[in-house]
């Protein structure tokens, strides 16, 4: 499988099993010239060798990585039709994210996820298991990215994205903080701070200080610091967002 083994095999831990183990190996095997079902199964089984070895349940940055393109995939699929706009967006990400290299492997791999029929429900329950709240958060952010490449998000893809976020245990009140940083709608800085207009002064204080704890792109340093790097951008969304309302009322 020469790289593209040495890239699948490098960071992933709990998706080389279960429901997304499976799609993986119908992406490998059907989609990728010169990999065969063979040498999927033999990797497979190493991690299966390894995770015997060692304490089970912590995401890898290829974990991240891999979860990433399979619900990638669902949220572009959503409203029927596949846009080159949003798929470039996700090879944009990953070239940023991840280097050309390694970005080309993972698309390589996304071109077989794609044309498979996923369980979000299953491929959420996965992932929930092994993954902090702030990782699925950020797993979120971007599929809100995704969407909003074309221009705007349709109400099909809010519409899986919001079944995503249930099944991935995040709250009403973090979806729709992250979903108002992809809108433009007036109050929407309130929004992204959970609090409403009517919010005191001192409130607006508080609750900026809560959700730039919340969002720190440290929380995700268990990932590497590629995705501390991505984890920036919902912050600075925060930082953005408080700033705004302090010049609407004047506060220092």
Sequence with gaps: MGKFAKWLGAGAGFTMGGPIGAIIGFAVGSFIDGVSME?????QQEYQRQAQQK?????TSGDFEISLLILASIV???????????LDYVR??????????????AFKLFNGIIKKQISTRQVCLQIRQ????????QLLHFLFGIAKADGQVTGSEEQEIRKIAGYLYINERDYSSIKAMFYDA????????????????????????????????????????????GGKEKFQQ???????????????
């Design 55 to 59: 304490q089970r349940g912590r995401a």
């Design 39 to 43: 040498d999927f199964t033999q990797e």
């Design 76 to 86: 572009i699929k959503a409203d029927g039709r596949v846009d080159q706009r949003e």
């Design 130 to 137: 092994h993954m902090t709240h702030s990782t699925r958060l």
């Design 186 to 229: 007036s109050g929407n800085m309130y929004k992204i701070l959970e609090i409403t207009k009517n919010a005191t002064n001192d409130e607006v204080k508080k609750a900026y200080r809560k959700m730039a704890k919340k969002y720190h792109p440290d929380k995700l340093q268990g990932l590497g610091e590629e995705h501390k790097k």
């Design 238 to 252: 925060i930082q953005a967002a408080y700033d705004q309302i302090k010049k609407e009322r004047g506060l220092s």
């Design 92 to 105: 944009s990400y990953f070239v940023r994210m991840y280097g050309k290299e390694r970005a080309n492997h």
